[in-house]
T-cell receptor, first 109, second 113 residues
């Protein structure tokens, strides 16, 4: 059973702080990783994806991948109340794709 | 560019009935995936269609089925509805099969009474 695990939260951070969202995966064969954001009552939307070990930056978002530790993270710098949402981590295994349960982030003004 | 369109957005059925949900992908996208989302189970993969063929299937009973048409539009059907089928059903389109770069529709919220 291929699994993707996330702390369900809620993770609360003050406005302007760095929010750190973490994800672990069970299968070393996983090839690529995705972060989706889902606002309450809305559908998920893709924020970032990462394939290689290391960091990938896009604006205020940085995805980090450590394949040796089977660990993926998403950092959100200068967090805003509008970042309050559930963040879903997903991993692909060949042609299969598994979502984690999501971490609920709350950015406090 | 229009996004993924799902219909109906909301529906209420009773146990034992069947339901058909429709999904129109983004123009040019050839793959359509279906997911079930519930508070307890999160996002669960149902199946993925590409070029009118089911390419991948999740761990759901045979009551859940789908198909894809030549214009890439897709439908999913749930027969003999059970209370536990109450969920948000999300359709996602992508350019190619097996990619994690998914674009989701707004979903169809099914309530089974």
């Amino acid at each position: 059973q291929k699994e993707v695990e996330q702390n369900s939260g809620p993770l609360s951070v003050p406005e302007g702080a760095i929010a750190s969202l973490n994800c672990t995966y069970s299968d070393r064969g996983s090839q690529s990783f995705f972060w989706y954001r889902q606002y309450s009552g809305k559908s998920p939307e893709l924020i970032m994806f990462i394939y290689s070990n290391g960091d990938k930056e896009d604006g205020r978002f940085t995805a980090q991948l450590n394949k040796a530790s089977q660990y993926v993270s998403l950092l959100i710098r200068d967090s805003q109340p509008s970042d309050s949402a559930t963040y879903l981590c997903a991993a692909s295994y060949g042609q299969n794709f598994v979502f984690g349960p999501g971490t609920r982030l709350s950015v406090l003004p | 560019k229009a996004g993924v369109t799902q219909t109906p957005r909301y529906l209420i059925k009773t146990r034992g009935q069947q339901v058909t949900l429709s999904c129109s992908p983004i123009s040019g996208h050839r793959s359509v995936s279906w997911y079930q989302q519930t508070p307890g189970q999160g996002l669960q993969f149902l199946f993925e269609y590409f070029s009118e063929t089911q390419r991948n299937k999740g761990n759901f009973p045979g009551r859940f089925s789908g198909r894809q048409f030549s214009n890439s539009r897709s439908e999913m059907n749930v027969s003999t509805l059970e209370l536990g089928d109450s969920a948000l059903y999300l359709c996602a389109s992508s350019l190619e099969f097996g990619t994690g770069e998914l674009f989701f529709g707004e979903g169809s919220r099914l309530t089974v009474l």
